[in-house]
């Protein structure tokens, strides 16, 4: 364990000084074409020389801690060139020319403790190694001799009693042998024979191959040319850990099928937790191989292989302490870009026709998950016949993606895990139906470049509640989000931090699609086809950061600038409009305006572009400078808006008021006589409308001696007509003009005393006027109103309206002689009558 950690920290600080190396290092004062880094508290000085076209080793003061040489023409080392150098711990001369170690090519270096000379040209012709070479280094933890050999060569590294960590290449044409000379390093946990990073030729691996490394935790032996695995290879690796055979593109079934059930008895005790098969051909397991995995197993990644689904799966899921399974790629292998020729006779029984085209997964592999388990009922009572699915209790992380997996995710209840990442990515998977259960640990589900159209109301169901991340980037959730208007996708996902939804074709969200989301961070909504912001944010009192680039907005409206400011009041809060439709125009100038002064972190605003009201599009870079521009092009406009707007209104007010006064007395008369109705509403509605008087009579001040004692005693005492005058008749507190209103209403007819003084009063006025307008829209024309010229009165005194009254049957003109008058009241009576 101890010698795990170390190799961490070694490949930490390795990183460290790539990163470090030219910003803070200064030119050395020993050694003016190299770089220096003081070491303050401890006094040491760190030389880093790459690149520098270095012929020879320099040599360096005794205070020098770490020495990169690498990349330069370094051809030997010479003897005792680091004899004073005794604390050096770290030395790289990679990619270099040396060709030749000797005895005291180290000489001094009793506390380096790790030695980089891979790439160089130490080959077995140049016997380059000899037996004593690395006598010195007592404290040597890492060693990496990788691309040096061009043949089988193992050279004498015995001495290293404290080495950790052997980086080498490993050339073998037959059996593979690791030397005995191993066996000495009691220390070594990690042995890489990789041929990515060097040289490696395995071809045959058999019982023995590993006999002298009992010892080792860690053995990476991937793109190693494997052809066989013979029974019981492995099993000499009694404390192995990790194990990556990955890139081994002969290894197929059989192959797989010796690692592990090979006296699988013994094999099983291993504490095997790693192991990484990644790039074979494995195409199927037997589904009792994976029974002979030790139980210890934590990690299992098969990726890119032509897996096919099979029964299997469901004993991968019998490895109890699997934490994570990688899957995913499975159909990589066919851009292999060098192909390896296999040996024929391992060529294993797979159908070679398989390998050519993906062969989809069905629906129904599903099917062999369902392991039979109790109905969980009591949680899921609307479900009937859903068995569990048994999951590995301790399974944190499942990756299936590229797996060329088509289906729909059904309703779903998992097995108690500690389940965290699922990732679903590049599959062909269209609908989420779910309701999925049992998935409370889950954090980050990534769902993104399938074909997802429709996700159910319900597929995120209560259990998601601790879901942090969730990627639904390039699906085409398009089709389905704008109708979820009360968010319901979404409701149960009150922890979600990070979401992804670009890519999708969204033209736009309701406003509470993301009501839920209260811990959001992070949202990413481009690439889409928004036009217009619409969905409520300001609940999301920890947003740091919305991705809308590359979508088709003009303008953001002001309620939502609003919400936007006051994020960004609580922290630093960030919009990506790069890459839309931005408009800078006279309608948008407020837009412009707030982003002139807003406080949200316009991220990407040196790209912002936008479109002026001519249609060229401009930079948008300086919100100032594209405001002021505005302004001044829109003042004018808007003076001209203004003048055309009061124009029109002016217009309106102008109509409006010519039709009120044309309408006057139509409108007083239809307001007088709704209100008299309503105070009457009692009133009879028969058919015979029986009038409360016969005359009503409408006559100026002057004039009331000739009604009051002539008018009275003719019509009402000698003929009994019953008159209505408004000093008599009149109701007090009721207004003057509903009074009138009403007498007109309530009067067989309406006699008017037609005199100078009457055109000058202005009640007299609209008596007359009201009894006209009675006549027309109520009596159907039937004259109700009859006019006694009390005066001598040429046409030209009267206005039009009374003129337009005055017709041979509806007035008479009062006579001043005796013989006159008879006529006169017999007519009156007549008309009254
Ligand atoms: C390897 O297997 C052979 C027989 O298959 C056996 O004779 C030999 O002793 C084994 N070697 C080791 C180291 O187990
Ligand atoms: C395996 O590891 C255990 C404990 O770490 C140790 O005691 C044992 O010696 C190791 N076995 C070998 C063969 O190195
Ligand atoms: C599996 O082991 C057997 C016996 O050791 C060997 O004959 C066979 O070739 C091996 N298969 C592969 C694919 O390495
Ligand atoms: C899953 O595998 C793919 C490809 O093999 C890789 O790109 C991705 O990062 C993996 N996902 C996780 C969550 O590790
Ligand atoms: C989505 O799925 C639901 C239920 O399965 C179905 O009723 C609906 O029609 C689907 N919608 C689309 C757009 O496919
Ligand atoms: C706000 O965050 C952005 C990155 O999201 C960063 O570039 C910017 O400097 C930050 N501003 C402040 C004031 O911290």
């Given at each position: ?30 050694l ?6 003081l ?102 933890k ?50 890489d ?6 040289k ?11 006999q ?208 965290e ?5 590049n ?24 074909f ?28 389905i ?9 979404f ?56 991705d ?111 039709l ?8 007083r ?10 105070s ?22 002057e ?31 009721n ?57 001598q ?41």
């Amino acid at each position: 364990m101890r010698s795990k950690h170390l190799l961490y920290v070694i490949i930490c600080c390795n990183t460290l000084i790539i990163i470090c190396g030219n910003i803070l290092h200064h030119p050395c004062s020993f050694l003016p074409r190299c770089r220096c880094r003081l070491e303050h508290l401890k006094n040491v000085v760190e030389v880093d020389c790459r690149h520098t076209e270095l012929k020879r080793i320099p040599t360096v003061p005794s205070y020098v801690i770490k020495l990169i040489l690498t990349h330069n023409l370094i051809e030997e080392i010479p003897d005792g060139v680091f004899a004073n150098n005794t604390i050096l711990t770290e030395i790289d001369m990679s990619y270099n020319k040396i060709h030749r170690l000797t005895e005291m090519s180290f000489k001094g270096l009793q506390n380096l403790l790790k030695l980089s000379l891979h790439n160089n040209d130490l080959s077995k012709g140049n016997n380059s190694v000899g037996a004593r070479t690395f006598s010195h280094l007592k404290k040597l933890k890492y060693l990496n001799l990788k691309n040096n050999f061009v043949e089988n060569y193992q050279p004498d590294i015995s001495q290293l009693g404290s080495l950790e960590s052997l980086h080498i290449d490993f050339l073998s044409n037959g059996i593979s042998l690791m030397s005995k000379q191993y066996s000495k390093l009691k220390n070594l946990a990690m042995l890489d024979l990789s041929g990515s990073s060097g040289k490696c030729s395995l071809p045959i691996l058999n019982n023995e191959s590993f006999q002298f490394i009992p010892q080792v935790k860690h053995l990476d032996i991937s793109t190693c040319k494997i052809q066989q695995i013979h029974k019981g290879a492995l099993t000499a690796l009694k404390n192995i850990t990790y194990m990556d055979v990955s890139d081994n593109t002969c290894i197929k079934f059989e192959g797989l099928e010796n690692i592990t059930s090979v006296s699988y008895q013994e094999f099983t005790k291993t504490s095997l937790q790693y192991v990484f098969a990644d790039g074979n051909r494995v195409q199927s397991i037997e589904k009792y191989t994976l029974t002979y995995f030790p139980k210890s197993l934590k990690f299992l990644s098969v990726r890119r292989n032509p897996l096919k689904f099979g029964h299997y799966i469901s004993y991968v899921f019998s490895l109890t302490n699997l934490e994570t399974i990688d899957v995913s790629d499975l159909y990589h292998h066919k851009s292999d870009l060098y192909p390896e020729k296999c040996i024929v006779d391992s060529i294993c029984t797979c159908k070679e026709d398989s390998l050519n085209e993906p062969s989809y997964i069905e629906h129904s592999w599903m099917s062999s998950l369902y392991i039979k388990d109790e109905i969980r009922k009591k949680d899921i009572p609307d479900i009937v016949s859903l068995a569990e699915i048994k999951i590995p209790k301790n399974l944190k992380h499942i990756n299936y993606s590229s797996a060329s997996l088509i289906m729909d995710i059904p309703k779903l209840i998992l097995s108690e895990s500690k389940l965290e990442t699922v990732d679903f990515s590049n599959n062909i998977l269209h609908s989420m139906i779910g309701p999925i259960y049992n998935v409370t640990s889950l954090k980050t589900l990534n769902v993104a470049n399938n074909f997802y159209i429709n996700i159910s109301k319900f597929f995120f169901s209560s259990d998601f509640k601790n879901l942090e991340s969730l990627n639904f980037h390039n699906n085409l959730l398009g089709i389905i989000l704008p109708d979820d208007i009360d968010g319901a996708i979404f409701h149960n996902l009150e922890s979600l931090i990070e979401l992804v939804l670009s890519n999708n074709r969204i033209p736009n969200l309701p406003e509470n699609i993301f009501k839920s989301q209260r811990n959001l961070q992070k949202l990413d909504l481009s690439e889409n086809i928004f036009t217009d912001i619409t969905f409520r944010l300001s609940h999301m009192m920890h947003l740091k950061e919305i991705d809308l680039s590359g979508n088709r907005i003009t303008i953001i409206s002001d309620p939502i600038t609003l919400q936007w400011d006051y994020l960004a009041k609580q922290h630093n809060f960030s919009v990506d409009l790069n890459n839309n439709l931005l408009e800078c125009n006279c309608i948008s100038i407020k837009f412009i305006e707030w982003m002139k002064t807003t406080n949200v972190h316009l991220k990407n605003i040196k790209k912002y572009k936008c479109m002026l009201w001519n249609r060229t599009i401009i930079a948008l870079h300086n919100p100032k400078e594209t405001y002021n521009l505005l302004k001044k092009h829109c003042t004018s406009y808007e003076y001209l808006e203004l003048a055309l707007v009061s124009g029109v209104l002016l217009f309106i007010i102008l109509i409006m008021g010519s039709l009120i006064y044309r309408y006057r007395w139509k409108l007083r008369y239809l307001y007088y006589i709704v209100k008299v109705k309503y105070s009457s509403l009692h009133s009879e509605t028969e058919e015979e409308y029986s009038y409360m008087y016969g005359a009503f009579v409408s006559y100026a001040d002057e004039d009331r001696i000739f009604v009051h004692k002539t008018l009275l005693q003719k019509l009402e005492v000698e003929h009994g007509i019953q008159l209505c005058l408004h000093k008599r008749n009149f109701l007090p507190g009721n207004d003057i003009a509903t009074n009138i209103a009403s007498a007109i209403h309530n009067s067989r007819k309406t006699l008017v005393i037609m005199s100078h003084n009457f055109l000058k009063s202005y009640w007299c006025m609209f008596e007359y006027n009201m009894a006209r307008m009675e006549n027309i829209y109520e009596r159907r024309n039937e004259n109700v109103v009859f006019l006694i010229f009390y005066e001598q009165m040429s046409p030209r005194d009267l206005p039009l309206n009374v003129l337009e009254m005055v017709q041979p049957k509806s007035y008479v003109e009062y006579p001043n002689d005796e013989y006159g008058d008879t006529v006169f009241w017999d007519q009156l009576v007549n008309a009254l009558k």
